[in-house]
């Protein structure tokens, strides 16, 4: 009986790598640049960081005496310059997905970007830890036919495929979200909105960019772009995965330089880390790798992969399915 194998790519490529070294450098920024004070203190109406109730009390900072603080923050720091060096995703996986658990669970001073980053770098954790590499920057093989761990590489490719898969489903929600939840407002409606926040205590527009950013606020036409053209691509980004490949690469820069525009003008930078990192695992195709070395290997097109189990053939079908090449796939 004629069978069909179905092949699963290995997720292992540099574009998974890269959004787990800015998931790392954004928590570690946080915890570098950022006193232990200013990290956990109390908050009004809730008590004082880190609060240890429920699944919180789980969290590093919950583990240690509150003078051993600034020595878990450094470590931590430490441990995450580990993962964003790419070294053994293996044995950094887990370590990685906690801290950032107990980065977020734990400071007062969390935002959107602490939340987004525990959970790409936990849904990630299924991918590293089926990554056998040295480094995350390394292009992945596909194991020949007869090699003994081939059926080990299958499952773990699957998992960190459909873990991967997770990441972007969560990505593209998260944007609809975003464009969709201001349509409400009258004054993203109006094309204001932008005005207020440019002129907000706490995120407004830095002063030394005032010189060029004043110009577009209080122009009628500028403040409406301004305001506009941020709904418009989140809703293109939430539509990316209905896109084709080419389009995706398009939506890509345009991400980044939105993120970019953000942390520079709010200074939002622990977020920029985090969304850029959902942007390479929502546009990039899964197991992609980036030509960061300049080498035949690293300038493949194709995406590595193995072969499912398989399924029977149709006796109605006109000719026997050819095997997949050798390099791309094992059967």
Not at 48 to 74: H, I, N, S
Not at 180 to 197: C, I, N, Q, R
Not at 241 to 269: C, K, N
Request: aromatic share 12%; with cysteine; glycine share 8%.
């Amino acid at each position: 009986m004629l069978t069909r194998a179905r092949s699963v790519p290995l997720p292992w490529g540099n574009a998974y790598g890269l959004a787990r070294t800015l998931l790392a450098l954004g928590t570690a920024g946080t915890l570098a640049f950022s006193s232990t004070a200013t990290l956990f203190r109390p908050v009004v109406t809730i008590g004082e960081y880190p609060l240890c109730q429920g699944m919180t009390a789980g969290g590093a900072f919950c583990l240690v005496p509150r003078g051993q603080f600034d020595v878990l923050r450094w470590l931590s720091v430490a441990v995450l310059l580990v993962v964003a060096s790419g070294w053994r995703p293996r044995l950094t996986a887990l370590p990685h997905a906690y801290i950032s658990f107990s980065v977020f669970s734990g400071i007062a001073i969390g935002d959107g970007g602490d939340q987004i980053t525990w959970i790409l770098s936990l849904l990630l954790a299924p991918v590293a830890l089926g990554d056998g590499r040295r480094w995350h920057w390394q292009t992945p093989e596909a194991p020949t036919a007869d090699a003994p761990s081939t059926r080990a590489t299958r499952g773990w490719a699957l998992l960190g495929t459909s873990a991967w898969t997770v990441a972007r489903l969560q990505m593209a929600f998260l944007y609809f979200q975003a464009s969709v939840a201001k349509l409400p407002h009258t004054e993203w409606a109006d094309g204001s909105a932008m005005y207020y926040w440019a002129n907000n205590s706490s995120f407004g527009f830095p002063v030394w960019l005032r010189p060029l950013t004043d110009p577009v606020v209080y122009s009628p036409v500028g403040i409406a772009a301004l305001t506009w053209l941020p709904v418009a691509l989140e809703l293109a980004l939430a539509a990316a995965l209905l896109m084709p490949q080419r389009r995706r690469w398009a939506l890509l820069p345009l991400g980044i330089a939105f993120h970019l525009g953000i942390a520079v003008l709010m200074g939002l930078w622990s977020f920029a880390f985090a969304m850029w990192a959902g942007l390479f695992l929502l546009l990039t195709p899964i197991g992609h790798s980036f030509p960061f070395r300049a080498s035949s290997r690293s300038r493949k097109t194709t995406t590595p992969s193995v072969s499912a189990p398989p399924i029977d053939s149709s006796p109605a079908d006109p000719e026997p399915a050819s095997a997949p090449p050798p390099s791309s796939a094992v059967s």
